[in-house]
Nanobody, 117 residues
């Protein structure tokens, strides 16, 4: 009952910044934690940031200090602020939302981020 739609992807030069957004619709009251993943051709999808309903965040070392995840529960929107972008950050970025059951696992269709040097 939850639909996710990412936006904000595009082309940016190395060292630049982008802000991704993920709009949630449907039964948004049932959303618990949310997260951002990314995937490049030939690689597995990897977690880049997560945030709980209360605002607790987690990042892998690869993006820590450069990326910031946030959420506006009133607007049902998730954000990913990406600074100091590197070519290795280029990927399709996906939004994910969890509910309170095992079955409540939702994904957006993804948005492309390209980093040039």
């Amino acid at each position: 009952q939850v639909q996710l739609t990412e936006s904000g992807g595009g082309l940016v030069q190395a060292g630049g910044s982008l802000r991704l957004s993920c709009a949630a619709s449907g039964s948004t009251f049932a959303i618990s934690s949310m997260s951002w993943y990314r995937q490049t051709p030939g690689k597995q999808r990897e977690l880049v940031a997560s945030i709980s309903r209360s605002g607790n965040t987690n990042y892998p070392d690869s993006v820590k200090g450069r990326f910031t995840i946030s959420r506006d529960n009133a607007k049902n929107t998730l954000y990913l602020q990406m600074n100091s972008l590197k070519p290795e950050d280029a990927a399709v970025y996906y939004c994910r939302a969890f509910g309170f059951t095992v079955e409540a696992d939702y994904w957006g269709p993804g948005t492309q981020v390209t980093v040039s040097s």
